[in-house]
């Protein structure tokens, strides 16, 4: 392997496996299995190495494995079967669930039946597991939560009658499923309308807890399915308001309801509140947009006031790119129905042309040197995007526009930065972005590609190349932003040949999203 010949390192890993097996060295045996998997993968023999990383119950290296395959997808339904061997179908359910977009449907069943039987083993206390942790559970779960809106009513009901005593808890805890669960809850709630208001309910009693990190996470996951159902969700949100529960309000605040008075007064508070970062203590997380949902109702001015607040603390010095973009987030929700905002709109253009890191990006990034012990991954370094979208937000003469059109094309060229770049060309809506489509569905960001997708698929093209190359596209989210895109009638030659082909696409999500 070091000399790059598997050819020559496959046979010996095997009689490596095999001499490991004879003498009774189950270590031996595993770390066999991890070199012969790596060997069959850099051979370009992925199912084999998957296998192997199965059978060693390598899970987190065969995670690795399954995200990188693309569209190549492993059938490991055969390594479900119950066993003694319980990392072997724990290590199977997590590969179906990172390629869960790409299982086929005629897979789905099989599949799901096999989690929903860990389940109820687990119930009856029948579950072949460690004790810690329980891999097996938390996979199957993971699993169902994937596939949840293809999951068949029936094993549906099963599935949420399991989760329903996995509601109550202490105050200030979580568990290791509130993940998978809230998941599962948006997509059967969102599929089947016989078990829709007990997804729901068991989604707003954990809503309710409102001290635990799985309110956030239905605050995130529900938005869009609380929005479809209000009448079975509103009554109880507006409970859960009224009793200072900010989660509910927010949610009602993005249905249109205003908040209460005094909870619109606190949210004003807390977004003018004095900032916690310093240049001995920096923290991460400032809850600071769904504080500007709440104040969305309040009075022009104390926007105005607030919204150069945001500004102010986008500024600081201290604060790492997490927060800044949370302050410039919540200055776009701030933003809505204000006259005169061209000083506004001065600074915010100002911090869209600044590229210079804080002094909490350079604590946040510290350890990142590659001969360095400490690492930070997933940090925003880089706040001009989102203070592009404030500044189109704020735009309102012809010369701001095309100030913000041109420093958003000339960002369109930094890596990362092109979703919120697109946003902000979006709420500009510049005409003469049609011509440049051809452009736009070439770039290499997977968002600017998206917004070629929607632009084209809603100007009735009679010239269907552009379309089936971004039909075509490498990343899914372009195919599904063309797919939601597509008018659901009126159709041109051109968009009933790409909707022909992406109702062919691998991919489950896109789909979906045609019927």
């Known amino acids: 392997m070091v000399d790059e010949k598997p050819h020559v390192a496959v046979p010996a890993l095997r009689s490596l496996l095999r001499l490991a097996y004879a003498h ?15 060997a069959y993968r850099v051979g370009t023999e992925l199912e084999l190495a998957v296998a192997q990383l199965i059978a060693a119950g390598r899970a987190a290296t065969a995670e690795e494995l399954a995200k990188g395959a693309g ?3 492993f059938d490991v339904r055969p390594h479900l079967q119950p066993t003694a061997a319980y990392w072997v179908p724990a290590t199977a359910l997590r590969i179906i669930a990172v390629q869960s977009d790409i299982v086929p449907d005629e897979h789905v069943v099989e599949i799901v039946d096999a989690a929903v039987d860990v389940l109820m083993q687990d119930r009856a206390g029948t579950l072949c597991n460690t004790p810690l942790l329980s891999p097996v559970l938390l996979d199957a779960l993971r699993v169902l939560a994937a596939l949840a809106p293809r999951v068949p009513e029936i094993p549906a009901t099963r599935v949420v009658d399991y989760l329903k005593p996995l509601v109550p808890r202490r105050p200030n805890s979580y568990r290791h ?21 007990a997804a729901l309910d068991q989604l707003l009693d954990l809503l309710a807890t409102a001290d635990s990190g799985v309110s956030q996470r239905v605050e995130h996951a529900a938005t869009d399915l609380f929005l479809r159902f209000p009448a079975l969700v509103d009554s109880r949100l507006r409970a859960l308001s009224a009793d200072g529960n900010n989660y509910a309000s927010a949610l009602l605040a993005l249905s249109g309801n205003a908040p209460d008075a005094d909870q619109a007064t606190a949210a004003g508070a807390a977004l003018a509140a004095p900032l916690q970062s310093t240049a001995t203590s920096i923290g991460v997380g400032t809850g600071t947009v769904r504080q500007s949902q709440l104040a969305w109702h309040l009075p022009a001015a104390d926007r105005r006031e607030l919204l150069a607040i945001q500004l102010d603390r986008a500024a600081s010095p201290f604060e790492p790119g997490d927060n800044r973009a949370d302050y410039l987030l919540a200055a776009v929700n701030l933003s809505h129905d204000l006259d005169d905002t061209d000083d506004l709109y001065r600074r915010a253009i100002a911090a869209a042309n600044d590229p210079n890191p804080s002094q909490g990006d350079i604590m946040i990034n510290l350890g990142n040197h590659p001969l360095g012990t400490f690492r930070s991954s997933g940090a925003i370094l880089d706040t001009r995007p989102q203070a592009l979208y404030l500044a189109s937000a704020l735009a309102s003469t012809p010369a701001q526009l095309a100030e913000v059109r041109a420093h958003a094309l000339s960002l369109l060229r930094t890596p990362g930065a ?10 500009l809506a510049p005409p003469d972005l049609n011509r440049d489509v051809a452009l736009l569905a070439t770039h290499s960001d997977w968002a600017v590609r998206s917004l070629a997708a929607i632009i084209w698929a809603k100007n009735s093209p009679n010239d269907q190349t552009i379309g089936q190359h971004l039909a075509a596209d490498h990343d899914v989210r372009v195919r599904r932003a063309l797919a939601s895109a597509l008018p659901s009638d009126n159709h041109t030659h051109a968009t009933e040949k790409v909707e022909v082909a992406l109702r062919a696409d691998r991919h489950f999500s896109v789909r979906f999203l045609l019927k």
């Open 418 to 427: 092109g979703y919120f770049v697109v946003r902000a060309l979006q709420k």
């Open 71 to 73: 569209d190549t997808y």
């Open 177 to 197: 499923t509130d993940d998978s669960h809230v998941r599962i809850c948006v997509g059967i709630g969102g599929t089947h309308s016989s078990l829709r208001a």
């Open 24 to 38: 009774g060295c189950w270590g031996e045996v595993i770390d066999a299995r991890e070199l012969l998997a790596n």
